[in-house]
């Protein structure tokens, strides 16, 4: 019989390892994972039994398990009933202090966490009492290996974090971290010097408890053992989750210590767990920090928790660092975490590409876009959370958070493309959302980056933050000029700003040269098929005409590149289409190329990219939507022109542009061409070559939106009470300090006290009644209730009052046989002015209108006879306001939708654009949510409420009710969610539970990223939700302190110590 069939070995050692069931373990010798191996085991007949199993160990699944596999470890001939057996025998002999040496020195050992050396073990082998033949046979089944024994008591995850964290410290090779952690000094039999070893033994204490132990039997201890065995390894949850959890929440607390104690010590990943890094390399394939990102990381400013902006070329690597920081807020400093981004499709991508951190750190990822994000956020108490949020959600958080005094609670805010601060009225509200933190937040910190800064110092000054700057770009990135047909390569250093580089090679035909002038059939086949391209064109329509004209001229062989692939597209495309297929998209998909802009629905745009990010489609026409942040392969990008619409480039949204080229992991090389013509020459210098422009701050010219809107939030959120607090807090602004510099006409304070008097004629602040003598600059304000309406409803100043005169008008004969007089009510005022309806479909529209339908046209004061008029073309005498008659077509663009949820039908019959009707709900959603919260605040408007909450819904997800659980998960648009559910996926913990394989295999044109992307979603939303629910139970179960008759314990101790 071999040795090793006659030892009992419980390593915990591995993951696998500790799974096996005891029986495994009592009758095994070391195992291999995947060995054959022939094991003996006692038959209930007493006789052993041979049999052969693979010891290829399946993966845990959970609580399952049967640990004896019917093996009754207590019953006559067991194992156990041998020992006992044997355990009296032996006490009864002279030898049997033998034994109790055995168990003392087990216990000994045990006690002082160290492993006893194999000279230890061959001592006990070769003692007498092994000679007797009951000991032979016990040894046959149980040589007891004491260093093995030892980790018998020790859980599971125990002795597994034991093994992390030496493997963790070895990683780190460096002393003083090993010495960090209390149970590094776990090492391997042969790791251990036997002088240190005899040394701990000789310095023991001994206990009395090892005394007890002695006079306990070993059958008992054996039992109790067995026992906690079989108690530990019949989980509730994985056992293998459990162990993960385990060692991350140690690995943390390391890391958490680390980085209070400030030294220089990093921890296995940036004081984050080692983890981390390994979900880097899994998800992100990142396998290795770019040397500025290991240097921006151990900044001494962050280190000291400054504010930070750092800016460095597109395609740097900026977004890596932010997530570093942001883990480690979340994971060590336990704190939530807001990060900022330009755009919802953005804002979703995060949370795709986040998810899978949070569910294995143990972090929320919260989404804050369109009509998601609870204001204020729950507050938990157990994980933290990563609220994503594009610029308008993020503001109405913070807003929520400081009205609640917890704005404390944010320990870092990144703000990705910073540059937006200088951006028109989402400019004017990042800047109050990140002012508003530095006044009231002491502790957060601010982390701003961008790829085109350039005024840094002002911004530095208002963020109070260092800066940090690098011009690595990892995929060189070369920009060159087409001037006719010479192609130049931009040069700073040459007089012209470019210099001559080559003549494009094309044999263009009189036609092709009257269709294209721009060659640029000559510029995208050099690159396409097998690279992709990107042509950013100055209007949507240019973007589908350069698309179909390019298509015209390809040979047929563009035709055969991935063929199938993008036949299956197609076939995609139409299903996210409704059915329908885009003419244009329809001729130029089999080509590999399309256009992308903001006429197409987001679905389409959403499969779109995904087709070209796999190089189904080699060349997407463009609008500058795809210009910012996008990260999506171009080997080249051409600016067809050097305009947006009809506004000449400026230098940063180029920079932009040309930035999509060559991003690192996804393109070797990089080059952009703009094509220029003769007249624009001349600016072209300027374009490639000065500065980038300066950001200023929009709060002063977006006076609704800007600053009355910041002036009235500081007296609402009690952040100010008077001008001269007023004053204060708008020095420190973006705009305080460049009105300092610029001293323009107007003083900061007069600009003040202008917007402070406004915002008391519309009736939003007043005068408090105590304090109307007082000089004006302490005269405290008070809010009014409609300005708290406002406030809430995070309105536009300038429609505050027309929605509160239209929401009174409505109270007087409010129609509800329908949802359209509630959908004019809250169809969004500023996408009015916009509008110019097509006055045949008015009239064909209105004549569907039911008759209680019509009267809401009448109410609202369009009359059947003006559209009438207006269809025929007839002169109107009589004067109507046109953004009544405006809303009322926007109104029944919406009640259209709502009835039909088809947005292709809807833009067909309406003539727009499917892109801008989609836009149009989603605006509306937005909207209908803020007058819901403005009603919310005024009782009068009692009644709009339910009404509202149940039409914000409608708008929200305006497609069948069944789809709209599969809706909340990120990334879930309406394609999907039908085709899910006809899968049988019908609520998020179908697809939270469900496997990413069997998905890809039962869905169409659902790719391996995207499946896992949607499960972690789910996973990470029903999380959300029960921890939120498990919150409310507690808050529920919680006995309130103050219950009258009773004293609470504090308020004991209160007494007491008075
Ligand atoms: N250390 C790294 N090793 C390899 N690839 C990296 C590394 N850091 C970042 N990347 C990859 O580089 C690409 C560009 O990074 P990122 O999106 O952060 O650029 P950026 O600096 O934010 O550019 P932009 O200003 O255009 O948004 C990404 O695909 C990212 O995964
Ligand atoms: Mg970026």
């Known amino acids: 019989m071999e040795d090793s069939g006659s030892v009992i070995r419980r390593r915990v050692s591995t993951r696998k390892r500790s799974r096996r069931s005891l029986r495994e373990t009592a009758a095994a010798g070391p195992l291999e994972p995947g060995q054959e191996q022939e094991r003996e085991e006692e038959g209930t007949d007493g006789r052993r039994r041979r049999r052969s199993e693979s010891l290829e160990l399946p993966e845990y699944d959970g609580s399952e398990e049967d640990m004896f596999d019917g093996y009754d470890s207590f019953a006559e001939n067991s194992f156990l009933a041998q020992v006992d057996v044997l355990e009296q025998k032996y006490m009864q002999s002279p030898e049997h202090g033998i034994i109790e040496k055995l168990y003392s020195k087990s216990t000994e050992t045990r006690e002082f966490d160290v492993i006893a050396t194999d000279s230890d073990l061959t001592e006990v082998k070769t003692r007498d009492y092994c000679n007797s033949p009951e000991t032979l046979r016990l040894q046959e089944n149980v040589t007891i290996e004491p260093g093995d024994d030892l980790l018998c008591d020790v859980p599971c995850s125990q002795a597994l974090y034991i093994e992390k964290v030496k493997d963790s410290s070895n990683d ?46 070993l059958k008992d201890r054996l039992k ?99 997530e570093i920081l942001m883990l480690q807020e979340l994971l060590c400093r336990q704190k ?314 400026k230098r940063n949204q180029y920079q932009q542009m040309i930035g999509r080229a060559g991003r690192a992991g996804i393109d070797t090389v990089g080059e952009s061409i703009l094509i220029l013509q003769e007249k624009d020459k001349h600016l072209v210098l300027n374009l490639v070559n000065s500065p980038l422009e300066n950001c200023y701050s929009h709060l002063g010219q977006e006076i609704t939106k800007g600053i009355q809107s910041l002036l009235l939030s500081l007296i609402g959120l009690k952040i100010a009470k008077n001008l001269e607090g007023i004053y204060h807090f708008m020095c420190a602004t973006f705009f305080g300090i460049q009105q300092k510099r610029l001293s323009e006409e107007k003083s900061l304070w007069e600009i003040c006290r202008k917007a402070l008097a406004s915002l008391m004629e519309k009736g939003l602040l007043q005068k408090r009644s105590v304090c109307k003598n007082e000089e004006e600059s302490q005269c405290e304000l008070q809010i009014t209730k409609l300005g708290q309406a406002s406030l809430k409803g995070t309105l536009d100043l300038a429609y505050c009052g027309t929605l509160y005169k239209d929401l009174k008008k409505g109270l007087e004969g409010l129609v509800l046989e329908s949802y359209l007089h509630l959908i004019y009510l809250t169809t969004p005022y500023d996408m009015v002015s916009q509008c110019r309806p097509d006055w045949m479909i008015y009239l064909r529209q209105f004549d569907h209108l039911n008759s209680g339908e019509q009267k809401v046209a009448a109410i609202v004061g369009v009359s059947e006879s003006f559209i009438t008029k207006k269809a025929s073309g007839q002169a109107i005498k009589k004067d109507v306001d046109r953004n009544i008659v405006n809303r009322l077509y926007l109104s029944l663009v919406l009640f259209t939708l709502l009835k039909e949820t088809n947005v292709w039908r809807v833009s067909e019959k309406f003539n727009m654009s499917r892109g801008y009707v989609q836009n149009l709900l989603n605006g509306a959603a937005s909207f209908c949510s803020c007058v819901l919260h403005f009603c919310e605040e005024l009782e009068e408007f009692w009644v709009y409420r339910a009404l509202l909450t149940e039409l914000t819904k409608k708008l929200s997800y305006c497609v069948k009710a069944d789809l709209v659980p599969l809706m909340e998960i990120t990334g879930v648009l309406e394609s999907r969610a039908k085709q899910l559910y006809d899968a049988g996926y019908k609520t998020v913990t179908h697809l939270a539970n469900a496997d990413p394989e069997v998905l890809i295999r039962t869905i169409n044109h659902l790719s391996r990223r995207q499946a896992k992307q949607i499960v972690s979603s789910a996973k990470m939303l029903l999380n959300e939700k029960a921890e939120a629910l498990q919150e409310e139970v507690e808050d529920l179960l919680r006995p309130p302190s103050d219950i009258p008759g009773t004293t609470t314990p504090s308020s004991k101790n209160h007494e007491l110590t008075q």
């Open 224 to 322: 109790s053992a067995m026992t906690g065995n079989a108690k530990a390894q019949t989980p509730k949850f994985s056992k293998r989750k459990q162990l993960k959890e385990a060692i991350l929440s140690e690995e943390i607390n390391v890391a958490k210590k680390t980085l209070e104690s400030s030294s220089d010590d990093l921890g296995p990943f940036y004081s984050l767990p080692s983890k981390v890094r390994d979900l880097f390399v899994q998800y992100k394939g990142i396998k290795k920090l770019y040397d500025w990102q290991h240097t921006c990381l151990t900044l001494t400013c962050l280190q000291q928790r400054k504010n930070l902006i750092y800016s460095l070329p597109t395609s740097g690597g900026k977004t890596l660092v932010a």
């Open 336 to 649: 939530n975490v807001l990060m900022i981004l330009p755009y919802v499709a953005i804002v979703q991508e995060k949370i795709s590409s986040l998810s899978n951190f949070g569910i294995e750190l143990g972090f929320f990822v919260e989404e804050y876009a369109g009509s998601k994000g609870r204001v204020p956020p729950i507050k938990r108490r157990g994980k933290k959370s990563l609220y994503i949020a594009t610029i308008e959600k993020g503001h109405g958080l913070v807003n929520s958070l400081i009205e609640e005094g917890r704005i404390n609670e944010l320990g870092l805010v990144v703000v990705d493309e910073l540059h937006m601060i200088g951006e028109g009225s989402r400019g004017a509200i990042l800047e109050i959302t990140l002012a508003k933190i530095l006044y009231t937040s002491k502790t957060t910190q601010i982390i701003g980056m961008s790829a085109t800064l350039n005024n840094v110092e002002e911004l530095q000054e208002f963020l109070n933050a260092e800066y940090y700057t690098s011009k690595f770009r990892p995929v060189e990135l070369k920009e060159y000029l087409k001037i006719n047909d010479t192609i130049y390569e931009v040069d700073i250093k040459a007089e012209k700003g470019y210099t001559f580089s080559r003549l494009l090679k094309c044999k263009y035909s009189d036609h092709l040269k009257k269709m294209d002038p721009d060659h640029l059939v000559a510029l995208v086949t050099e690159v396409i098929p097998n690279y992709s391209c990107l042509v950013f064109c100055p209007t949507k329509k240019n973007c589908e005409n350069v698309a179909d004209m390019i298509c015209k001229f390809l040979n047929k062989d563009y035709l055969k590149h991935r063929e199938k692939e993008k036949c299956d597209f197609l076939k995609n495309l139409k299903n996210v289409s409704n059915g329908s297929l885009c003419p244009v998209l329809k001729r130029t998909v089999p080509f590999g190329i399309a256009y992308h802009h903001s006429g197409l629905t987001s679905d389409e745009r959403k499969v779109l990219e995904e087709a070209y990010a796999t190089g189904v489609l080699c060349l997407l026409t463009c609008t500058s939507t795809l210009a910012a942040g996008v990260n999506l392969p171009a080997r080249r990008v051409i600016l067809r022109a050097p305009y947006i619409a009809t506004q000449f480039l």
């Open 172 to 217: 780190l090779n460096n002393p003083s971290a090993k010495e960090s952690y209390p149970l590094s000094s776990h090492q391997t039999l042969n790791d251990i010097p036997v002088e240190q070893l005899q040394e701990k033994k000789n310095s023991s204490p001994k206990h009395t408890e090892s005394d007890l132990n002695r006079r306990r039997s």
